[in-house]
């Protein structure tokens, strides 16, 4: 079992920057699957963005709506994986999911997804 763990939320204003983390207990794995999904009020599970790799090779992946701000990156040492946002909109306000699944799974995907996190609140403020 992996136990995902998210820190990093916050209450924000617009245009701020903010680094979630997501700390995966257990051994590094060498292939596999991380992403990020978020969920406002009253709105399905959304995609946000994920890291897949195997062995040294690693691929990333963006919701439309976000690559041009966040970035998903991955620390192998730390088994943990970043999420930073900049120019951070009202839009973004959500609660942000860490989950995590094998290499085959489809980044894009929620069900694909063996494991998830609690959850860490963004809130964006105008």
């Known amino acids: 079992q992996v136990q995902l763990v998210e820190s990093g939320g916050g209450l924000v204003q617009v245009g701020d920057s903010l680094r979630l983390s997501c700390a995966a207990s257990?051994?590094?794995?060498?292939?596999?699957?991380m992403g990020w999904f978020r969920q406002a009020p009253g709105k399905d599970r959304e995609f946000v963005a994920a890291?897949?790799?195997?062995?040294?090779?690693?691929?990333?992946y963006y919701a439309n709506s976000v690559k041009e701000r966040l970035t998903i990156s991955r620390d192998n040492a730390k088994n943990t994986v970043y999420l930073q946002m900049i120019s951070l909109k009202p839009e973004d306000t959500a609660v942000y999911y860490c989950?995590?699944?094998?290499?085959?799974?489809?980044?894009?995907?929620?069900?694909?997804?063996?494991?998830w996190g609690q959850g860490t609140q963004v809130t964006v403020s105008s």
């Open positions: 989950a995590a699944g094998g290499y085959r799974s489809d980044p894009y995907n929620a069900g694909d997804y063996d494991y």
């Open positions: 257990g051994r590094t794995f060498s292939s596999g699957a």
């Open positions: 890291v897949r790799w195997r062995w040294s090779a690693a691929d990333t």
